[in-house]
């Protein structure tokens, strides 16, 4: 099983598979954020003052950062426009050597 889960990740690694990891994401915000609802669904039945439910709480708000944090970087980026080039000498001058400045006429 060990060995399974290292070449899994070998493979995210050196193959650059993002679905594995945007599915895997989505999955982990996803099930945080169900255990959330049937907590508030269900207050009654959570002990919420014992060692046991403090961790638990703990352990969900760490599910559902860490997956919100890999949505987040996961996400595509927009491209940005690229800074134009050093201007060259036919963009000066304008067509058939006119300064840009000059109008027709």
């Known amino acids: 099983m060990r060995r399974l889960l290292f070449t899994a990740a070998a493979l ?3 193959a650059g598979i993002q679905l594995f ?4 994401h989505t999955s982990h915000f996803l ?25 638990y709480l703990i352990f969900l708000v760490t599910m559902l950062l860490t997956g919100a944090v890999g949505l987040a970087r996961g996400m595509p980026r927009p ?6 080039g050093p201007a060259t000498a036919g963009q000066t001058q304008g067509e058939a050597g006119q300064s840009p400045c000059k109008s027709p006429g």
């Open 31 to 55: 099930l945080a954020v169900l255990l959330f609802i049937a907590l508030a669904r269900y207050p009654h039945q959570f002990a919420w003052r014992s060692p046991s439910g403090i961790a």
């Open 21 to 24: 990891v945007f599915t895997g």
């Open 12 to 14: 995210v690694l050196l």
């Open 79 to 84: 491209a940005r426009p690229s800074a134009p």
